[in-house]
């Protein structure tokens, strides 16, 4: 049985929460608080597995209210408000579910929790949490879903803001992840390189570079950024043959 805690200062949502937590066979209610600083007494003198954590709530807020946690337990963020879901991201939430939510919903975060504890390992939700295993693939959060990706079937990444554009051989839409290109650079093979500020190009995919632009397919040309030039040169040196 996972211990949960329900928070949120509206008490129509709360009860909400404390119903959809009666309905899932292996979630158990600890408390339900109306309040951070209530929820914060409590867990003073108890524990629990997981927490439904309400964002916007008066005096402390939810975001702040887990960052002040010593030690937190599992957290699924819920809110009104779609513009703190890339902040839930940060703090490694499990899930963030947007209001007014359904019991599917619910059912969806619960089943994510549960994974979590079961393998007592993160679940993919942030940029920090990614994992690469020994198969030559990764894992990224895109939505509510995590998705393997073959590493060689990348083509190239495109930065855009806090968002990733991973482009696929042989899909016509990119996954989107939210993750930095500084996090996935470290974790490509040595036959990805950057080469703008804004792109990591896959070099076994490049069919043509033509003056400051690499040409990856007849509809695709991605900048050469000045920066990455010269180490852009230096690697075409060891492949160009010809006078």
Known sequence: MIRCLAIDDEPLALQQLVAYISKVPFLGLAAQCQSALE???FLEHDTVDA????I???????MDFVKSL???PLVVFTTAYSEYAVEGFRVNAVDYLLKPFGLQDFQRAANRLKVRLENNAPVVSSPAALGYPADNTLFLKTDYRIVKVSIPDIRYVEGMSEYLKVWLEGEAKPVVSLLS??????RLPDYFMRIHRSYIVNLTKIQEVNKNRVIMDKDTYLPIGDMYKEAFQ???DTKFVGK
């Open 51 to 54: 927490i439904f954590c309400d």
């Open 39 to 41: 929820a914060r007494a």
């Open 181 to 186: 290109m500084k996090k996935i650079e470290e």
């Open 70 to 72: 010593a030690v937190a």
């Open 234 to 236: 230096t690697y075409l």
């Open 56 to 62: 916007n709530m008066p005096d402390l807020n939810g």
